[in-house]
């Protein structure tokens, strides 16, 4: 009987698997583009200023007179602080003292190794404003930056004047294997996250009209521990629902403005009655022709609505 067959077919096979095995362990080390410290010598590169927070450094900026109302923006699930540039010049310009900062594991604030959910970000918030003695501030939120604002919101009342929710993120989204330990974190490494800052421009309809978007976006990638932080808050945030804090919200009477770009796909447009639903004394602006990131897509349709708001007694 001859025998060198099978055993040439099992060290075939073998060998085969041990190939795939090594493929599959080489690929997120080959994607990877965390190569970089987030030190100090790293935020001599950055516009505006820091403090330290209990998680770490925090980047933040401040424009317009320093007795003007203040105003925290706070942005969302992955593009930091710069999302609000027209933002926070339109309402500096308009006598507000605006404030825009990176979430943890954003931009050019720390990348603490930490479960990144809503106190987590909220917490941040409260810190900030505590930072720069804000006992009460105005508040806008942009997608999950909605979210954030709204579970500060429902736990501090007393600190929200008046709160604007720009599609908020509201529903729970099932992540599917994202969730498996192991599994998620190779498909982010693999997949996810290499496409990340390609995928910025799907939030816009005519994304033709704002050229060099997700090049922007990819220097904070190159800091070690952006990756993590974005999968912790896949997992820790954007599984769970924001509708019972802004029912809270609702029951607080806090005046809120609602606004939503009408061909948004990435926080679907029709979402808005959710909100509505759990906050009935919002005031809702419904944009034409717009997606989701409606204050970069179109700063001049929202930010008259945003100051008209805000400056509401």
Same mark, same amino acid.
């Given at each position: 009987?001859? %025998?060198?067959?099978? =055993?040439?077919?099992? %060290? +075939?096979?073998?060998?085969?698997?041990?190939?795939?095995?090594?493929?599959?362990?080489?690929?997120?080390?080959?994607?990877?583009?965390?190569?970089?410290?987030?030190?100090?010598?790293?935020?001599?590169?950055?516009? !505006?200023?820091?403090?330290?927070?209990?998680?770490?450094?925090?980047?933040? =900026?401040?424009?317009?007179? $320093?007795?003007?109302?203040?105003?925290?923006?706070?942005?969302?699930?992955?593009?930091?602080?710069?999302?609000?540039? $027209?933002?926070?010049?339109?309402?500096?310009?308009? !006598?507000?003292?605006?404030?825009?900062?990176?979430?943890?594991? *954003?931009?050019?604030?720390? =990348?603490?190794?930490?479960?990144?959910?809503?106190?987590?970000?909220? &917490?941040?918030?409260?810190?900030?404003?505590?930072?720069?003695? @804000?006992?009460?501030?105005? @508040?806008?939120?942009?997608?999950?930056? &909605?979210?954030?604002? &709204?579970?500060?919101?429902?736990?501090?009342?007393?600190?929200?004047?008046?709160?604007? @929710?720009?599609?908020?993120?509201?529903?729970?989204?099932?992540?599917?294997?994202?969730?498996?330990? !192991?599994?998620?974190?190779?498909?982010? *490494?693999?997949?996810?996250?290499?496409?990340?800052? /390609? /995928?910025?421009?799907?939030? +816009?309809?005519?994304?033709?009209?704002?050229?060099?978007?997700?090049?922007?976006?990819?220097?904070?990638?190159?800091?070690?521990?952006?990756?993590?932080?974005?999968?912790?808050?896949?997992?820790?945030?954007?599984?769970? /629902?924001?509708?019972?804090?802004?029912?809270?919200?609702? *029951?607080?009477?806090?005046?809120?403005? @609602?606004?939503?770009?009408?061909?948004?796909?990435?926080?679907?447009?029709?979402?808005?009655?959710?909100?509505?639903?759990?906050?009935?004394?919002?005031?809702?602006?419904?944009? %034409? &022709?717009?997606?989701?990131? %409606?204050?970069?897509?179109?700063?001049?349709?929202?930010?008259?609505?945003?100051?008209?708001?805000?400056?509401?007694?």
């Amino acid at each position: 009987m001859d %025998t060198a067959r099978p =055993r040439r077919l099992r %060290t +075939f096979l073998i060998a085969a698997l041990a190939a795939v095995a090594a493929i599959l362990v080489a690929v997120p080390y080959a994607r990877n583009r965390e190569s970089l410290t987030l030190d100090d010598a790293a935020r001599k590169q950055a516009p !505006g200023q820091f403090v330290r927070l209990s998680h770490g450094m925090v980047h933040y =900026r401040v424009a317009g007179p $320093a007795d003007g109302a203040p105003v925290v923006l706070v942005h969302g699930f992955s593009v930091p602080d710069y999302a609000f540039d $027209a933002t926070r010049s339109a309402l500096a310009g308009a !006598g507000f003292r605006a404030i825009s900062f990176d979430l943890y594991g *954003r931009g050019w604030s720390d =990348r603490p190794d930490v479960r990144y959910d809503r106190d987590l970000f909220a &917490g941040e918030l409260g810190e900030l404003m505590d930072a720069l003695h @804000l006992q009460k501030a105005r @508040l806008v939120g942009l997608s999950m930056g &909605g979210a954030v604002v &709204g579970h500060f919101a429902a736990a501090h009342p007393e600190r929200v004047q008046r709160l604007v @929710l720009v599609a908020p993120f509201n529903q729970p989204r099932d992540i599917g294997v994202m969730a498996w330990p !192991g599994v998620g974190e190779w498909l982010a *490494r693999s997949w996810f996250l290499p496409d990340l800052a /390609s /995928s910025q421009t799907e939030d +816009f309809p005519h994304p033709e009209k704002l050229p060099g978007w997700s090049a922007r976006f990819e220097p904070q990638m190159r800091y070690d521990g952006f990756g993590r932080a974005i999968l912790s808050t896949i997992r820790n945030t954007t599984t769970q /629902s924001s509708i019972p804090d802004f029912e809270a919200v609702g *029951r607080a009477k806090i005046p809120v403005e @609602l606004v939503w770009g009408e061909r948004d796909t990435t926080v679907p447009y029709a979402e808005h009655a959710l909100v509505q639903q759990a906050i009935p004394q919002a005031r809702f602006v419904s944009l %034409t &022709g717009l997606g989701h990131m %409606t204050v970069v897509e179109d700063p001049d349709a929202v930010n008259p609505h945003l100051v008209s708001f805000l400056r509401e007694n």
